[in-house]
C-alpha cells in the first residue's frame, strides 16, 4: 500500500524567512496531494493541493511542487509570519476508487517572530 | 464552502460506556465519509471509510465491532466507540467527500471530537 514520509518534523524559522517541507510517496499511481494546516485542537484545513499532471502551483506565498519521477513534492512557504505556526501534514490520494487519503507524519512550524 | 459538522466536540465518559459521535455534510451530499483518529503529536491515522448504504471499510488493525460505522444517508455517518476504555481515549475526526466532484476533490474534515474515558 502506499506510504508517505514527511520531513522536517519540526521546523523552527525566523520570521520572515522561508520554510520547506518534503514528502515523499512509495506508489506511483498516486495520483492527487493535498496538504494540510491543523492548529492545535483544531480541524486540518486544506491550503493547497496538486494533481499528478501539474509540476508546481503557487498560491501567494504557498506553493507546491510535484517530482513526479522522485515520487516526492514539497511544500513552501515564503515570507513567514507567526500564524503560519502550526502542524502541516502532506497527503497522498491513492488512485483507486477508495479515495483514501494516506496521510505523512507531520511537520511542526513554529515561527519565531 | 462545503461545511462538515461534528458533534459532538468533547466527550468525557467513564470506562464502559458507549459513545456515538455524528458527522454531517451540511451544504453537499457525501457517498464516502472517512474516520480517522490522531493521538497527541501525531498523524492522522485512518480508521475506516463510511459508505453510503453498505458497509464499512475498515483498516488493518481496526476493530470493527469496537467501532461501529453506520452511514444511512447521504449526509450522515456516524461512529459508536462501543464499551470504550481509556486506551480509546483520543481525538476523532471525520471527513466527506463531495458525491458531485470529480475524483481528485479535497476531502473536507469536521472539526472533531475529543473522547476522554475515565
Known amino acids: 500500500g502506499e506510504n508517505v514520509e514527511q520531513h522536517p518534523s519540526t521546523l523552527s524559522v525566523q520570521e520572515g524567512d522561508s520554510a520547506v517541507i518534503k514528502c515523499t510517496y512509495s506508489?506511483?499511481?498516486?495520483?492527487?496531494f493535498p496538504w494540510y494546516k491543523q492548529e492545535l485542537g483544531k480541524r486540518p484545513q486544506l491550503i493547497i493541493d496538486i494533481r499528478s499532471n501539474v509540476g508546481e502551483k503557487k498560491d501567494q506565498r504557498i506553493a507546491v511542487t510535484l517530482n513526479k519521477t522522485a515520487k516526492h513534492f514539497s511544500l513552501h512557504i515564503t515570507e513567514t509570519q507567526p500564524e503560519d505556526s502550526a502542524v502541516y501534514f502532506c497527503a497522498a490520494r491513492l488512485l483507486d476508487s477508495s479515495y483514501k487519503l494516506i496521510f505523512g507524519s507531520g511537520t511542526r512550524l513554529l515561527v519565531r517572530p | 464552502g462545503a461545511v462538515v459538522s461534528q458533534h459532538p466536540s468533547w466527550v468525557i465518559c467513564k470506562s464502559g460506556t458507549s459513545v456515538k459521535i455524528e458527522c454531517r455534510s451540511l451544504?453537499?451530499?457525501?457517498?464516502?465519509m472517512f474516520w480517522y483518529r490522531q493521538f497527541p503529536k501525531q498523524s492522522l491515522m485512518l480508521m475506516a471509510t463510511?459508505?453510503?448504504?453498505?458497509?464499512?471499510t475498515y483498516e488493518q488493525g481496526v476493530e470493527k465491532d469496537k467501532f461501529l460505522i453506520n452511514h444511512a444517508s447521504l449526509t450522515l455517518s456516524t461512529l459508536t466507540v462501543t464499551s470504550a476504555h481509556p486506551e480509546d481515549s483520543s481525538f476523532y475526526i471525520c471527513?466527506?467527500?463531495?458525491w458531485g466532484q470529480g475524483a481528485n476533490q479535497p476531502q473536507h474534515f469536521g472539526d472533531g471530537t475529543r473522547l476522554s474515558i475515565l
Open positions: 451544504d453537499f451530499q457525501a457517498t464516502t
Open positions: 463510511s459508505n453510503e448504504g453498505s458497509k464499512a
Open positions: 471527513s466527506a467527500r463531495d
Open positions: 506508489d506511483s499511481a498516486s495520483n492527487y
